[in-house]
């Protein structure tokens, strides 16, 4: 039983179209964040909802805008898509705020832009 | 800036024990140290963490030491299946963490048979 289910896995799409990340967690938790892994592998957070909250917006452009229509999901609406918007996407959920709750991570949703 | 310090690659042979360090020389008092791996075309997977005691789970056990300005991460007999990407990371006890992880290279663990 999937904890944080990312859909789509892959997404490839055009330059300035208009896409969506869903993200789900059957785990309870209060805290969702996406976080972005670039060419180079490094893992970046982008955002972080706290009950559908906007907690963290680590200065992404106003294209990413995050939806939380309940605490269980997550999702990422990506406008005028871009070359450099290719990455691997993840959502992840923890069960609190704190510096100590661990992540859970989704398998992640490869976005490529052509 | 929550950095840490860890080698680039390590190897071990299947069934060793494998102890993957890590430097955190300037952690602060509250800063806990958390250790998480990524196995190919998978997410980030939280492996362990503790703050100034040791710590032991099903999948390791976390050294942390005493000046708690370096870290050890011990896998008591690596599997093909613990080859992946091993992160050290610190992070604040409260304030505005919020579960921002600050993720580095991590150390690329190879595992033969």
């Known amino acids: 039983d999937t904890a944080v289910s990312q859909t789509p896995k892959y997404l490839v799409t055009q330059m300035g179209n208009d896409k969506s990340i869903k993200c789900e967690q059957n785990?309870?938790?209060?805290?969702m964040y996406w976080y972005k892994q670039d060419s180079k592998k490094f893992l970046k957070i982008m955002f972080s909802y706290n009950n559908k909250e906007l907690i963290i917006n680590e200065t992404v452009p106003n294209r990413f805008s995050p939806k939380s229509p309940d605490k269980a999901h997550l999702n990422l609406h990506i406008n005028s898509l871009e070359l450099g918007d290719s990455a691997v996407y993840f959502c992840?959920?923890?069960?609190?705020?704190?510096?100590?709750?661990?992540?859970?991570f989704g398998n992640g949703t490869r976005l490529t832009v052509t | 800036d929550a950095k840490t310090t860890q080698p680039n690659s390590m190897e071990s042979n299947e069934e060793e024990p494998v102890h993957l360090p890590c430097n955190h020389s300037?952690?602060?008092?509250?800063?806990?140290i958390h250790w998480y791996r990524q196995l190919p075309s998978q997410g980030p997977e939280y492996v362990i963490h503790g703050l100034t005691s040791n710590v032991n789970n099903r999948m390791a056990s976390l050294a942390i030491a005493v000046d708690r300005k370096s870290s050890t991460l011990i896998l008591h007999r690596a599997t093909l299946r613990d080859a992946a990407v091993y992160y050290c990371?610190?992070?604040?006890?409260?304030?505005?963490?919020?579960?921002?992880?600050?993720f580095g290279q991590g150390t690329i663990l190879t595992v033969h048979p």
């Open positions: 992840a959920s923890s069960p609190g705020r704190r510096g100590n709750s661990p992540l859970h």
């Open positions: 300037t952690i602060s008092g509250t800063d806990y």
């Open positions: 990371i610190r992070t604040n006890a409260g304030g505005t963490s919020y579960g921002k992880l600050t």
């Open positions: 785990l309870g938790h209060d805290t």
